[in-house]
């Protein structure tokens, strides 16, 4: 999960860096500040590089969607103001219970697939 995490990260930080661009005239400032964010999301990807690999998909979906929404809560939190932040932060708690029961679903299915195949034996 850490692994996704920081590949959400730093795809955020991607995304973000390139932001100034897309709203009209920029100016030197917001060449600095995408420079800099460039080079924070190639750390974050090189440290998500080196971070142990998980083997569920799952856990690096997840991982991801909170490494990626974890600055954007925080980012609409500070902008927007607290109510804001709260009600995104209640959807990313949303997403990532509908995350916990899709694991326990799948958990369960695979019992039921192992404790049939231990009866036919």
């Known amino acids: 999960m850490k692994r996704g995490f920081l590949f ?3 795809s955020f930080l991607l995304f973000i860096a390139f932001a100034p661009f897309q709203a009209g005239r920029p100016n030197a400032s917001d060449g600095i500040i995408s420079l800099l964010l460039i080079t924070l999301a ?3 990807l090189y440290f998500a590089r080196q971070a142990p690999s998980h083997l569920s998909k799952l856990h ?3 991982g991801w ?3 990626f929404f974890a600055l954007w809560a925080a ?3 500070a902008v927007m103001g607290p109510l804001l932040g709260v009600l995104f932060a209640c959807l990313v708690l ?3 219970l509908l995350a ?3 694991l326990l679903v799948l ?3 695979v019992l039921c697939r192992r404790l049939r195949e231990l009866w036919l034996r």
Do not use: C, K, N, Y
């Open 65 to 67: 969607l909170l490494g």
């Open 8 to 10: 959400g990260l730093g």
């Open 60 to 62: 690096a979906i997840v």
């Open 75 to 77: 980012v609409i939190a």
């Open 42 to 44: 190639f750390i974050t």
């Open 107 to 109: 958990l369960v299915r």
């Open 100 to 102: 916990v029961v899709f």
């Open 94 to 96: 949303l997403l990532v």
